[in-house]
């Protein structure tokens, strides 16, 4: 049980990044910020 546990809370914690990097990449004003968060969301 604790597999499926930890495997919905990743597609949780995956979906909220995703959400806070598509805010953060509306936010943006400038194509260098837009590249570097990009860059960023990439690495990890």
Same mark, same amino acid.
């Given at each position: 049980m604790s597999s499926v546990t930890s495997s919905w809370r990743q597609r949780r914690q995956a979906a909220r *990044? @995703? @959400? %806070? =990097?598509d805010r953060a990449? %509306?936010?943006t004003s400038s194509p260098a910020m837009r590249d570097? =968060? =990009? *860059?960023?969301a990439n690495g990890r």
């Open positions: *990044t @995703r @959400r %806070a =990097l990449l %509306a936010r570097e =968060l =990009l *860059t960023m």
